[in-house]
């Protein structure tokens, strides 16, 4: 029987980027952070089809291959895929071309957008005559030196369509037809033109400067089409669990193929004739991909670069809060006096770089312990652990190389530390290590005493300017020693067969603990509801996926107990269902930041359970990550979250709630707006001030 008790985790999250489109949509949005949120849109969904739909289309190769919630197969769930896809589509067309273009218009700024028509032959130029002559410069003088066609009949041989990489299928003769392959170098030039006229400015795709300019590329040739096209690359890794030897040799390997891993989507303007795409699928060798029909432009991600800089067309400049006394030296001092917690990005990251640089320098700590999941391209915090290692400190740094996307990136400064001296631990076979946590030891009068960090989202300072994460700077002994376990066992890189032999009793940690100890915190609200008390649950996540989980909150609903979750992105969960989950209200916020933090908070009669950590209710972070979830005992720092959480619940501006159809219901207004995340800039402005 079909299991209709949760949403599918693709069309879920399609639901997710379609808020994030919408969020262009909104009035009150600044223009330019309208054009943003379409580049984040487009961005979102080139990675789902790297990742997810390449995933859907191999399981469908898999003999009665069963993937989705509802009970349908593979290839089902991939049609029900492109069929919202091209919904969204369509709107994100509309959207772009008739809100977001007139009103950047009416700013004096002309972005030269087209629209595809349903023929592309013979093809159509946009460069105005106001800038024509300026944009025939810049191609003969810029954009020419990148330019190398390729005839169709010599790709098989001599020509392979990177991955994400825009091209012209141009098409050339009278009455026999030609067809070349022509890139569009937007991975070394910048994807936009601008020029200025009579007090506008024109902002073109350099796509178009190009299609301006076939006639001299092509001399004497005539050009019938000029058709915009790109192939989307599946970016799984696929690492066996079974690996031998240094995982960072087998992955510096997998990463030099990953760009020329297999087509799984052929994007193309409309209107190319049946006769030509299928002569492209057939020299591209890209028969198993799929062929969707998109816009005349590609890569629409590239808005992120969008040439215009206007602080009134912008977000309002929130300046990062200066956590009280970080002017001040001495973070290990700061600590000592009591545990602080720091909301990024609302406040400033310097005290968690004081806490690397410091502890790189001071000559009474001995050793310091990190885990790093994604690493900053010019990362501070791991200069400051070299300068450690440098220092005559033991300095252990576990570097995941498995995170996708910054593998490379990862692997050059593990190679940096390493040869700095810092002892680096790579990943787990079969693991990833999500972990945000650090450890540093430091002989004071004699005694060694610790120190920790312990955070939701990565040790990541540009990251950290735009994901609201919550970061822990603690020297409680009982976290402190179970943190150092922890490092302990990482630094043996074996899978946690003896779980229960490491005595967890307050870090929540996956393979581990973490698991158990939610549903029996779960157990517990559902005992107190049975027994008249009252009980609660509120908990924020990015992904909500794992079922034993879901099922437990069902179970939690069905007693009585109410359940608020605040699930960004994935959410398999279906709320307000008589009988199954009518006690479960779930929200989404997308604003100016990204909402990254993770948040538990159990009722407990009245004596709350507070837990921040790494971990997602995802499968993968359940079952095939190490995590790290911790609980606050400090009381003013357990106020700060419970302030937070109720500014996002009562969020009828950047909130949406999700209903048991998928959609996004905006939440309807009170007497009072309330944007959570202005509302808790505000609260954290006061809060440091006092």
């Known amino acids: 029987m079909p299991d209709t008790s949760f949403f599918d985790r ?23 952070e309208r054009v943003n949120f379409l580049s984040i849109y487009s961005s979102n969904l080139d990675e789902f089809y790297r990742v997810r739909v390449p995933a859907l289309a191999a399981l469908g190769k898999i003999k009665k291959a069963k993937e989705t919630v509802a009970g349908a197969d593979s290839a089902a769930l991939l049609q029900k895929i492109t069929q919202e896809v091209d919904r969204q589509l369509t709107h994100y067309g509309q959207l772009l071309v008739d809100n977001v273009l007139p009103q950047l218009s009416q700013q004096g700024i002309e972005f030269i957008y087209e629209p595809a028509a349903q023929t592309a032959m013979p093809y159509s130029l946009s460069v105005p005559a106001a800038v024509k002559k300026a944009a025939a410069g810049y191609f003969h003088t810029e954009l020419l030196a990148f330019l190398q066609p390729v005839h169709l009949s010599m790709a098989k041989d001599s020509f392979f369509p990177g991955n994400e990489r825009l091209y012209f299928a141009v098409v050339l003769g009278e009455p026999a037809q030609d067809i070349y392959i022509l890139n569009i170098p937007s991975d070394s030039v910048s994807r936009f033109f601008t020029a200025e006229d009579e007090g506008r400015k024109y902002i073109l795709f350099i796509d178009d400067i190009i299609r301006d300019n076939l006639d001299f590329i092509f001399p004497g040739l005539p050009v019938k089409g000029a058709c915009s096209i790109k192939i989307t690359r599946d970016a799984e890794l696929e690492l066996e669990d079974e690996y031998e030897g240094d995982i960072a040799d087998k992955i510096e390997k997998k990463l030099a193929k990953r760009d020329a891993g297999l087509a799984t989507r052929f994007l193309h303007q409309p209107g190319i004739p049946e006769g030509i795409l299928q002569s492209l699928v057939d020299a591209l060798g890209i028969h198993n991909a799929s062929i969707v029909q998109g816009g005349r432009y590609h890569n629409l991600r590239d808005l992120a670069s969008f040439p215009v800089k206007d602080k009134h067309l912008s977000y309002p400049a929130w300046p990062a809060v200066r956590f009280q006394g970080d002017s001040d030296p001495g973070v290990f001092d700061r600590i000592a006096e009591g545990d602080i917690l720091l909301h990024a990005p609302y406040e400033s990251y310097d005290p968690v770089l004081q806490f690397f640089n410091e502890a790189a320098i001071d000559p009474a700590v001995e050793e310091i312990y990190v885990t790093m999941y994604r690493i900053a391209r010019d990362s501070r915090i791991a200069n400051a652990l070299i300068s450690a290692s440098r220092n005559g400190k033991k300095v252990t740094v576990f570097v995941e190389l498995k995170a996708r996307f910054d593998e490379a990136n990862n692997l050059q400064w593990a190679k940096q530390m390493k040869q700095a001296g810092v002892r680096i631990i790579y990943s787990i076979p079969a693991l990833k290590v999500h972990a945000k946590v650090a450890l540093v030891k ?21 990251t950290a300017r735009f994901y609201t994460d919550h970061i822990l700077l603690t020297g409680n002994h009982d976290l402190m020693r179970e943190l150092e376990l922890l490092f302990i066992f990482l630094s043996r890189r074996k899978e946690p067969r003896n779980a229960e032999k490491i005595p967890f009793k307050h870090l929540l940690v996956a393979q581990f603990n973490l698991q158990d100890r939610f549903l029996s915190l779960i157990d517990r609200e559902i005992g107190n509801v049975r027994l008249g008390l009252p009980a609660s649950i509120t908990i924020k996540l990015n992904n909500l996926e794992e079922r034993v989980l879901i099922n437990k909150l069902y179970e939690a609903s069905n007693a009585g107990v109410s359940v608020t979750l605040i699930v960004r992105s994935i959410c398999c969960c279906i709320p307000g269902i008589p009988g199954l989950s009518e006690n479960i209200v779930i929200r989404r916020i997308v604003d100016k930041y990204l909402e990254h933090g993770r948040i538990f908070v159990f009722h407990n009669n009245g004596q709350e359970e507070i837990f921040l950590g790494s971990a997602d209710w995802m499968n993968r972070n359940i079952y ?67």
Do not use: H
């Not at 693709?10 to 330019?32: G, I």
């Open 624 to 690: 095939r990550r190490i995590e790290v979830c911790f609980p606050l005992y400090d009381e003013q720092l357990r106020k700060e979250i419970k302030e937070i959480l109720r500014l996002q619940t009562a969020d009828n501006v950047a909130a949406v709630m999700l209903d048991a159809g998928l959609n996004n219901v905006p939440v309807t207004a009170g007497e009072l707006q309330v944007r959570s995340q202005e509302a808790i800039y505000r609260y954290i402005t006061q809060k440091r001030s006092e």
């Open 442 to 462: 430091k002989k004071v009068q004699g005694r060694m005493v610790y120190y920790g960090l312990l955070a939701t989202g990565n040790l990541n300072e540009k």
């Open 10 to 32: 693709d069309l879920s999250w399609l639901s997710f980027n379609y808020r994030v489109m919408e969020e262009a949509a909104r009035e009150a949005t600044p223009l330019l």
